[in-house]
């Protein structure tokens, strides 16, 4: 799940952004309003993590932007203003919550949960593809009995396929998604990601679930017909 996080204190954004993507969320970092409202325009997001007091824009005016703009990921505004008013104004901008500094990370953590999972175009918190089990909120794999171990990234790739089960996904659809703006989209770390992938998830199995579509992308799926990658 990818994340925009714009947040003008080195100190917080940095360590924000690190402990976000130790939950495995690709994040991406702005720190003024002007760059953040740039960044939400032009990709992809999941959810939107943003200070208020920023510098060049405030995060209100940067809310009312993206929304004009036709942007519709949650936007969850970090700040130290707790006054009432302030958070109405927070909520009538465009932001879907609001969560005053100083804050625990876990509570910021729950209220992304929260918010990704109030977005229609995301997913339950189980997904089921044949008899392999992915557990959105505990982050974690089942094949049958079997739990799979996954790194971060590895279950990156594996939820957002699973997020998309039964249809073709293409490079480009999983890397935006899966990885931030510093990936090179010339690298070759999706393909090794899923040949690691297809060892934990697919080996030692019968039936096959994760299959390559040759120049159309991945499908994960249970084929009645059984049929393999082409």
Known sequence: MRLLLVEDDPQ????????????????????????????????????????????EKNGLDVAREVRARGVHAPILFLTARDAVHDRIAGLDSGGDDYLTKPFDFGELLARLRALTRRNVTLTPEHLS?????VDTRQQMARRGSRAIVLTAKEYAVLEYLARHAGRVVSRSEITEHVWDENHDPMSNSLEVFISRLRRKVDGGEARPLLHTRRRSGYLLAALADGSGNE
């Open 129 to 133: 593809i044949g008899d392999l089990n």
């Open 12 to 55: 917080l954004g940095d360590s924000l952004a690190r402990g976000l993507r130790e939950h495995r969320y690709a994040v991406d970092l702005a720190t003024d309003g002007v760059r953040g409202s740039y960044l939400a325009r032009v990709n992809p997001y999941d959810a939107i993590v943003l200070d208020i007091m920023l510098p």
